[in-house]
T-cell receptor, first 113, second 114 residues
C-alpha cells in the first residue's frame, strides 16, 4: 500500500554539524512533499515543502532534496542547534487527492552539545 | 495571526463515554483536516473538510467516529462509546485549499481512555 518511510528512527549529531534526515516514499505519482518538525507535547510545525517539478528547495538553514528516480526525499539541516532536537516527519500527497497527507513514522534528531 | 487552536488540550475519560474535540482553523482557510497520532507513531488521516463539499471520511476507523464543520469554520470530532485503543493525540490542521497546500497544525488534544 501507499506509505512513506524513514530510513533511521534516531539520528544523533554534534551541535554545529550538518544533519541529513532521509525518507523513502512508495508512490511515484505523489506530487507534493513536506517536512514537519514535532517537539514533545506540541503539534507538527511546518519546515519546508517541495513539489514534484523541483529537485531542490532551500530555506533558512534547511534544504530539501527530491530524487524522483529512486523515490527519495531528504532534509538537510545546516549547523544543527540544540533547538533542532525533535521528531521529524516527512509526508506526501497524491495529485487529485483531497490533500490528505500520508506520513512516515518519524526520525528523532538528538543534538549533542 | 492566530494559528490553529484546539480544545481541550487534555481529556481523560472512562471507557464507554462519548467525547467531543474542537478545532478552530486559521481564519480564511477553507480546508480542515483531522489526524490521529498514537504514542511514538506518525500521523494517521481521519477526515477532511473542504468548503461546502461532502467531507472525505475515508480515514475514520469506525462508525463510532464522526465529525462536523459548522459554518465552514469550527469543527468538532466526536468519538462515541470510547475504547482504550482510542487513546491518542488528535490533531487538527487547516490550509488555504486542498491538495498541495501547506497544512498548519494545532497543538492537539491528548485523549486518554481509562
Amino acid at each position: 500500500g501507499e506509505s512513506v518511510g524513514l530510513h533511521l528512527p534516531t539520528l544523533s549529531v554534534q551541535e554545529g554539524d550538518n544533519s541529513i534526515i532521509n525518507c523513502a516514499y512508495s508512490n511515484s505519482a505523489s506530487d507534493y512533499f513536506i517536512w514537519y518538525k514535532q517537539e514533545s507535547g506540541k503539534g507538527p510545525q511546518f519546515i519546508i515543502d517541495i513539489r514534484s517539478n523541483m529537485d531542490k528547495r532551500q530555506g533558512q538553514r534547511v534544504t530539501v532534496l527530491l530524487n524522483k528516480t529512486v523515490k527519495h526525499l531528504s532534509l538537510q539541516i545546516a549547523a544543527t542547534q540544540p533547538g533542532d532536537s525533535a521528531v521529524y516527519f516527512c509526508a506526501e500527497s497524491l495529485p487529485g487527492n483531497t490533500g490528505k497527507l500520508i506520513f512516515g513514522q518519524g526520525t528523532t534528531l538528538q543534538v549533542k552539545p | 495571526g492566530a494559528g490553529v487552536s484546539q480544545s481541550p488540550s487534555n481529556k481523560v475519560t472512562e471507557k464507554g463515554k462519548d467525547v467531543e474535540l474542537r478545532c478552530d482553523p486559521i481564519s480564511g482557510h477553507t480546508a480542515l483536516y483531522w489526524y490521529r497520532q498514537s504514542l511514538g507513531q506518525g500521523l494517521e488521516f481521519l477526515i477532511y473538510f473542504q468548503g461546502n463539499s461532502a467531507p472525505d471520511k475515508s480515514g475514520l476507523p469506525s462508525d463510532r467516529f464522526s465529525a462536523e464543520r459548522t459554518g465552514g469554520s469550527v469543527s468538532t470530532l466526536t468519538i462515541q462509546r470510547t475504547q482504550q485503543e482510542d487513546s491518542a493525540v488528535y490533531l487538527c490542521a487547516s490550509s488555504f485549499d486542498r491538495g498541495g497546500e501547506t497544512q498548519y497544525f494545532g497543538p492537539g488534544t491528548r485523549l486518554l481512555v481509562l
